[in-house]
Every structure is written in C-alpha cells, then in structure tokens.
C-alpha cells in the first residue's frame, strides 16, 4: 500500500551530538504509522526521528491531524493494531527497542517506566474504582508493593500533585473531583512508579486558565525534583514557550522544524512555524492589526508525501517543492528545518 | 464610543436553573448560573465577555436573545424590552439578533444542504420565492468567503472551518444588527482561528454588525473586543474598555487571569511572575456568601466574606466589584 517506500535516513538530531557524555533515554527513528481505513491508507506519522536526554522536556507543536498524539501512542503501541500499523522504525529505550518488545513486556513499561498522561482526565479515569485503587494498582503491578506500602505511597503521591486532605480523599471517586484535581490524580498516577519519561498528551488543554497555570507550575516543580524526561505534547505555542526545552513543530505527519525553544520563537525557520507564529495576536499592545492568517487547509494524509505537504500553503513555494520531500536538516547550531529554501532566505 | 447609540441593555438579570433532588422531585435549590448581570452594548462595538468554564458566559449570550427565560432582571434590545414580549412579537424581532455557535459540527444538520441550512431563516421570515432565496444564499457564501456552487453539498464535507463560515453565513441571512458569538473558534485550529476572526471583523466593518463575543481565549479578545467584561460565577467582575482592562486590570480575578494566559515568548514566559489562584470555582448552586471570589482571592480580607461587593465604576467607564480595587 505504500508505493513510495524510499528509505530516508535522517541526520543525527542536535540532541544526539551533544549526547556524547549522556546517553538518551529515548531515541525514536524514521517512525511511520499508518492507518488502514475503508477509504484507503492514512498515513498518520512519517519518518518521525527525535530523542529526549534524561531531563529534557521536549514540547510537540502542531494542529489538530499532525500526528502529535499518534507519534506517541506509537512508541508505546497504545494504537488499535490494525487498523493502525507501525510500518517501519526503531524506538529504543533503555537498551531495547520497544517496538519488538513482547506484549507482556510492553505492558511492565507502561505506568512503569513511562508514565501517560491524557488529556481529558475524565475518560481516562475508570468511574467506576476509587481514585485510591487506581493509584494503587500500578504501584502494587509495578514496584511489587503490599498493599499497606502502597496505600502510603498513593497518599504521599496525591500530596505531591497538591490535592489537600489526600488521606481521605484516597477514598473519593473520581466524579468527587473537580477537572483541574482530576488532572492531578492523573499525574499522579503517572509519576507512581518514578517513571524515567512522561507523556503528556494534551494534558492542559481541556482545563481552564488559571487551573492550567497551577498544572504547568506543579509540571516544571515536579521535573525539578524527580528530574524526569518529559514529552510535551500541545497545540498551544504560549504553554510550549513556558516549559520546554526543545520544541518540534508537527505538520502533515512530519517534524517540519526541530529546535531549542529560545531560537524557535526568536528566529522560526520553517515557513510553517514563521506562518504560525504570525497567526497568533500579539501579546504586547492592543493595537488592532489585522491577524495573519494561513489560507487553505490541512493537508490530506492519503497518500505517502511524495511533496513538501506545506506546499500548497507556504508562500515561499517553488518547482523543488512539488517535487521532492524535504527532510529536516540543519539550519544552524540550535535548529534543524524541514524545507527546500536556503538558510537565512525568507 | 461613549457617544454611541446603546443597542443592548442588559440590567439586573439572573438565570436560576432548578435542581430537583428526591422521590417527589421536590425543587432543593437552584443553580446560579448568572445572578445579577448588567451591562450595555453600543451599537457597533463588541463586546467581550470572558470567563472560566462554568462561569455563566454562554447562558448570558443565549439569555439576551431570550432562548433562556430570565428568572430576573431586564434585557432591553433597541429600546424594548424583549423579556416580555409576546411570542409573535418576540418572533418579529428575532431576525435582528442572531447567534453563532461553538461547535460548527453539532449546529448543522446533517442531513441539510448547505443551501438548506442558509436559506432556512430566509423561508421563517421572509417572502422570497425558491428563486430569489438560492440568489441570496449564493451572495452570503460568497460573503463568507465560500465557493456559491458548493450549495448543493452537504456539511460532513466540510472542514471545521468553512462549517463555521457555513454557520456565520446562515446567522447573516437576515441581515441582522446584533449577533452574539458564543465561543466561534475554539473548536478550530489556530491556524484556522485567525481566518474567522477576520471574517468577523470584515463583516462588522462591511455591515456593522454589534457583537457580544463570547470566548476563554484571552489574547483573542484582546484583539477583537472594544470593550471586555471578565465574568465569574455568575456575575460580572469587571468591565472596561480593552486597553484598560489588559493594562491596568483593578480586579483581583482579572489580574490572575492575565497573568495565567501563556504567552508565546520564551524570553517573557521565563521572567513572568504569575499570580496563581489555589483551588478551584466553587459550586453556583452554592457561591460563597460574600464576594464570589472571596474563597481564592488573595487580597481577601474579612469583609469580602460576608459582604458583597458593589458593582460601582472605578474611573469612567471601568466598572469593577470588589469592595478594594483602585
């Protein structure tokens, strides 16, 4: 079904050189994920390469459809298989390639190693079990804890995300809670373990202002002490700018541009990124300047991208586009970029 | 714009919704979710309002087009007081106001065309023959920046965006002076976003339109209100016009909330000190007794417990409630 299947190899990420000292915890490779549907082959993810150093927190940008979340589901084959197929690619972590790993092995990882976080707290907890229990199970699969140690542990855990009286509220379900300390719980079931990566797959964005900024400082709180490598993944630029150390900016399946946070938002290089950025209303003064806008829509994934999938958006368009996919490549020291146009030429 | 013909007055109102608890569905108590809410809009301003979830934003929007009967209070459009007109005459006055909704994929049929859906309004409330409405529906998509010929298809085949192009085309069907946009684009993305703002403020220009624009997203409103009022459980905080509100906010809520928005600056998003509110809003079927804020204020004192505050205008034309903002 893919008649396109050109290997690309890609270029060691900026993180990776500089990795001589420290190894990565988790390094992804030329992932692709494809979707089998009726109406044909989506492929959702495409040659997605990155990897995160121990305490690195990398925030994943893009808009809805990018393939932010299916990247990570991925790496941990939480995808319904099939439809979902892992066509090709490597994810290694600590030492093996989680993408080979049996089943049961897999499972230890998750909640263990890796710890989830999604994003709507709701339908990610089970209504059904007290919050107590569900912070209990992984801790007593997992860490091999009786029952006693663990019911400990839970309540130092819901006191670590900041839910007051945590004792007793070990007993609450989760409908007793509010969105913002269902989030917590959350979090909290996700740090049970003492995970070496967390995921976070859109974990503020079904909260409100003032509760996603109680999260965020409890996040970046709680990376200071358990010191954890985190992925971030997000379709608001402002959350990202806060947090992150690396940001890698999803378009059409691909990472368009890969880059430390500070040279991202000062100097984007992919025109995607610049197109992005434009769109969103200037925070400084009130002036009523009109809002850049990107025209067109979101590409469609049905076919392997034989072109730039930005193309028929991008200003900058040229025969090459049309013709060719751009792999991401490096721009300068901090920034790798995924298109044809010459570094500095905007 | 003070000069500026009021178009909406808005004077007291109140939204209870019932709860009804037990074998004999005996009526326990209500749920506040606006409690005494006054404002005015001036004819081709928009209004922000903004507020957390749950704050009684969208209940307002949907209470001055009277799609909700207020439990309280007045709503005056154009000098009549549409909570006591009578269903015709309430029908007659309906093609003035119109509403644009969140979720562009719920507030299609499914099973309409998209010529259906726009010319509805038009077969409601006026004479047009066959003819003439497929001649109007053609110009208003066009004045939404749609292709005319796409009349005959149907809104599954559509993005998120041009749905809600299809919605902002069939809420201008009558050529109306006051539209209210209840949170138009966050169910799009950013990209996205921009593209209806503009049509918006294009339409507003072209025709203008008065909007109450009802929205959580901060630095939007900053960009299409004149004036902003900052609601929260129910009831308004605050009011001023844009500039002030987003340079010297006076209300404690107000200055938490802008400081909770993210910016998209790494360099500022470093240096910034938030103000973070603990705890979460409280129930509106049981508000604090005092000041609503008073249970995460973190200027709270004694008397913001038991007393609520006043709705009084700070400096012209910035109304706060709180019993110590200066």
Redesign the interface.
């Known amino acids: 079904m893919q008649g396109n299947k050109t290997k690309q190899t890609q270029e060691t990420l900026p993180s990776q050189r500089s990795a001589t000292a420290v190894a990565p915890v988790l390094c992804v490779k030329d992932l692709q994920t494809v979707f089998h549907t009726q109406d044909g082959t989506v492929h959702a993810v495409n040659n997605v390469s990155f990897s995160l150093q121990p305490g690195e927190l990398l925030g994943v940008v893009g808009?809805?459809g990018s393939g932010k979340s299916v990247t990570v589901m991925s790496l941990l084959k939480l995808l319904p298989i099939p439809p979902a197929e892992i066509v090709s690619g490597t994810v290694e972590f600590g030492g093996q390639d989680l993408l080979k790993l049996p089943p049961k092995e897999l499972r230890e990882l998750r909640g263990g190693d890796i710890g989830f976080i999604f994003q709507d707290p709701m339908t990610s907890l089970n209504p059904v079990f007290t919050v107590g229990f569900q912070i209990v199970e992984p801790l007593r699969l997992h860490m091999g804890m009786t029952k006693k140690q663990a019911r400990v542990r839970a309540a130092e855990l819901l006191d670590l995300v900041g839910i007051p009286s945590a004792k007793e509220r070990l007993k609450d379900y989760p409908h007793q809670f509010?969105?913002?300390?269902r989030q917590r719980v959350m979090i909290a079931i996700a740090l049970a373990c003492d995970p070496k990566l967390l995921i976070a797959d859109e974990a503020t964005t079904a909260l409100?202002?003032?509760?996603?900024?109680?999260i965020?400082?409890l996040i970046k709180e709680l990376r200071e002490k358990l010191g954890m490598a985190i992925i971030w993944i997000t379709?608001?630029?402002?959350?990202?700018?806060?947090i992150a150390d690396h940001v890698a900016v999803m378009y059409g399946g691909q990472i368009v541009e890969y880059a430390d946070?500070?040279s991202l938002?000062?100097n984007p290089s992919h025109p995607y990124t610049q197109?992005?950025?434009e769109?969103?209303?200037?925070?400084d003064e009130?002036e009523?300047k009109?809002?850049?806008?990107?025209?067109g829509?979101?590409p469609n994934l049905n076919k392997y991208p034989a072109s730039c999938s930005f193309a028929p958006r991008c200003r900058y368009r040229f025969e090459r586009c049309d013709k060719e996919n751009p792999l991401l490549r490096k721009i300068s020291k901090t920034q790798r970029s995924a298109c044809w146009l010459e570094k500095g030429k905007k | 714009m003070s000069e500026a013909k009021t178009l909406l007055s808005v004077s007291d109102l109140k939204i209870h919704f019932p709860i009804y608890k037990g074998i004999l569905r005996r009526k326990v108590g209500d749920v506040k979710a606006v409690d005494g809410v006054s404002f005015d809009i001036h004819e081709g301003e928009t209004l922000g309002l903004v507020g957390?979830?749950g704050c009684g934003k969208s209940t307002t929007g949907r209470a001055v087009l009277r799609l909700y009967e207020a439990t309280a209070g007045k709503v005056e459009f154009d000098d009549t007081d549409i909570s006591i007109l009578s269903p015709e005459e309430l029908r007659a006055t309906r093609p003035r106001m119109q509403m644009i909704f969140q979720d562009p994929q719920a507030c299609l049929n499914p099973r309409m065309t998209v010529g259906g859906i726009v010319s509805e309004p038009l077969i409601e409330h006026t004479k047009l023959d066959a003819k003439q409405r497929e001649d109007k529906v053609q110009e208003l998509l066009k004045a939404v920046g749609m292709n005319p010929s796409f009349i005959n298809r149907y809104p599954h085949e559509f993005?998120g965006?041009q749905r809600q192009r299809i919605g902002i085309a069939r809420a201008l069907a009558l050529d109306p002076d006051f539209i209210v946009c209840d949170e138009p684009i966050a169910a799009l993305?950013?990209?996205?976003?921009?593209?209806v703002?503009?049509l918006l403020?294009d339409l507003q220009n072209e025709r203008g339109l008065t909007y109450l624009f009802i929205s959580?997203d901060?630095?939007?409103i900053?960009?299409i209100a004149d004036r902003v009022a900052v609601m929260y459980l129910g009831k308004l905080m605050e009011l001023a016009d844009?500039?002030t509100l987003?340079?010297s906010p006076a209300h404690p809520y107000t200055q938490?909330?802008l400081?909770?928005?993210?910016?998209?600056?790494?360099?500022?998003?470093?240096n910034?000190k938030?103000t973070?509110?603990?705890g979460?809003?409280p129930s509106p079927a049981n508000p604090p007794i005092g000041c609503v804020f008073c249970t995460r204020c973190p200027a709270a004192q004694k008397k913001c417990f038991t007393v609520p505050p006043e709705w009084r205008e700070l400096k012209p034309d910035q109304f706060v409630a709180c019993h110590f903002a200066e």
């Open positions: 808009e809805s509010s969105g913002g300390m409100d202002v003032t509760v996603q900024a109680q965020i400082e379709h608001d630029l402002g959350v990202v700018a806060g946070v500070n938002y000062a197109a992005l950025l769109t969103l209303p200037s925070h009130g009523n009109r809002l850049l806008s990107i025209p829509q979101a | 957390e979830s993005s965006g993305d950013v990209s996205i976003q921009a593209q703002v503009n403020e959580h901060l630095s939007m900053r960009h844009v500039k987003f340079s938490a909330l400081s909770a928005v993210p910016v998209a600056d790494p360099k500022i998003e470093a910034r938030r973070l509110l603990s979460d809003i």
